[in-house]
């Protein structure tokens, strides 16, 4: 009995947690100034560790160009627009490996390219090089209300730097498709490691209440999974206890 009283207090903690949970935004650069205080490989490492689980689409596999739609093995689909920008598949490999999507402005005001996932994600994030100090702006589409949520970020400023951008949704939230806009001054930009997946969060939460709508675009861990868990944390306790 008092094993099982273990589990449930351990999942009070957890719904407790959540109770809390807010969009969280990471940003991090190789040149850290205008406000920006994490460097890249900071800001996506504390991106990760918010998350239960996460793909990150290095663009491998890619066919297609930004107007029919560039689709990778990850299951993404990458499309212009249409405001007079495009994207193409770059073998440039200055995010660390090719191929990339690289983006040129043009005449528009930035260059602007949708990113479809194949399921619904709770969690967004990617890398891009050469924002010249211009903004990125990200637009999410819940995938339930079709809802759009705006995110304005600020590059750090200079040539030639590579940042991090992500985002970890409250645990309700699924968006099923990303708008990304990079208004680099120098009109030419590259990104790479788009990543999504589900926060820990959301997780959380469904392990307390699984009958929540989003909840059926979330793999909760099977009872017998926590109920090991608990046993595990239980049985630590009773080593300590022994051990004084």
């Not at 890249?40 to 491998?60: M, N, P, Q």
């Not at 675009?217 to 022994?242: H, K, M, Y």
Request: with cysteine.
């Amino acid at each position: 009995m008092k094993k099982i009283k273990f589990l449930f207090a351990a999942l009070a903690l957890s719904a407790s947690a959540v109770s809390n949970a807010a969009i969280i935004t990471f940003q991090g650069s190789s040149v850290l100034n205008n406000g920006v205080t994490m460097t890249s490989a900071e800001a996506r490492a504390a991106w990760e560790a918010s998350l239960y689980s996460f793909t990150v689409d290095g663009i491998d596999g890619a066919t297609g160009d930004g107007t029919s739609g560039i689709t990778t093995t990850a299951g993404n689909v990458y499309n212009n627009t249409g405001n007079g920008s495009y994207i193409r598949i770059s073998n440039s490999n200055v995010l660390g490996s090719a191929p990339a999507i690289y983006g040129d402005r043009r005449s528009a005001s930035l260059i602007s390219f949708d990113v479809s996932f194949a399921s619904p994600v709770n969690a967004v994030a990617f890398d891009v090089y050469d924002n010249d100090g211009g903004g990125m702006q990200l637009i999410l589409t819940d995938a339930d209300t079709g809802a759009e949520t705006i995110f304005n970020f600020s590059s750090s400023t200079g040539t030639t730097h590579s940042e991090f951008f992500g985002v970890v949704f409250d645990p309700t939230v699924f968006v099923s498709s990303l708008r990304v806009g990079g208004t680099d001054p120098g009109g030419i930009t590259t990104w790479d490691n788009f990543s999504f997946g589900v926060g820990q969060q959301a997780v959380d939460s469904c392990v307390a209440d699984p009958t929540q709508p989003q909840c059926r675009n979330v793999n909760v861990p099977e009872p017998t999974s926590l109920a090991i868990f608990g046993l595990g944390l239980a049985g630590l306790a009773v080593r300590r206890r022994i051990k004084k």
